[in-house]
Every structure is written in structure tokens, then in C-alpha cells.
Nanobody, 115 residues
Framework: QVQLVESGGGLVQAGGSLRLSCAASGSIFSINAMGWYRQALGKERELVAGITSDGRTNYADSVKGRFTISRDNAKNTVYLQMNSLKPEDTAVYYC?????????WGQGTQVTVSS
């Protein structure tokens, strides 16, 4: 059974940085894309950043220039480096792995940015 385990969330002051990690446990094959989503209180879940198997990336406009997504295919791990954090980045962050057949989600990690 595949599980995605996230780490790296926490409380940080505005302007600070955090690095999220998400690693897959269990047998998972042919991951096509990895991504990070977030859901703020009272809002819908939104895509923050995504990365394909060949390294192409895309970002939400609100995080461009501040966040960087990367992946380690050998470790089935995706990272999100978050710099210049703002209070509006406060949310639960979820990782997602897409294979040809399945979509896997992490349990979520809280990121809180204080002003």
C-alpha cells in the first residue's frame, strides 16, 4: 500500500522560509507528475506547484518567484522550498503523486505564517 508522508511544516514569521518534503512509502511505479496543493481555512484546495517526470514545472501566480518545486526520482520524493513567506500562505499543504492509474495524496502539513 502506498502512503505519502509529508514533513517540514510549522510556524514561521513573515519573510521567513520553510522546506516541505513528501516521500512515498511502498511500491509506486511510473510517477508522471508530482505536485503541492494547499487549502486555507474556508477556501477550496488549490494547486501551488507541479513538476512532471521530465522536470517541467508550473506555479500558481501567487507563489511565482518565491516557491520552488523539485523532485528526487530515485527517492520518490518531492520538495517545496518556500521563501519570502506571507501570512496569506497560511494553509494546510498537501502533496500529490499521479501515476497512469492512480492519484495519491499526503495527509497534509500545516504551514502558518505570522505577521
Amino acid at each position: 500500500q502506498v502512503q505519502l508522508v509529508e514533513s517540514g511544516g510549522g510556524l514561521v514569521q513573515a519573510g521567513g522560509s520553510l522546506r516541505l518534503s513528501c516521500a512515498a512509502s511502498g511500491s509506486i511505479f511510473s510517477i508522471n507528475a508530482m505536485g503541492w496543493y494547499r487549502q486555507a481555512l474556508g477556501k477550496e484546495r488549490e494547486l501551488v506547484a507541479g513538476i512532471t517526470s521530465d522536470g517541467r514545472t508550473n506555479y500558481a501566480d501567487s507563489v511565482k518567484g518565491r516557491f520552488t518545486i523539485s523532485r528526487d526520482n530515485a527517492k520518490n520524493t518531492v520538495y517545496l522550498q518556500m521563501n519570502s513567506l506571507k501570512p496569506e500562505d497560511t494553509a494546510v499543504y498537501y502533496c500529490n503523486f499521479l501515476t497512469g492509474r492512480y492519484s495519491y495524496w499526503g495527509q497534509g502539513t500545516q504551514v502558518t505564517v505570522s505577521s
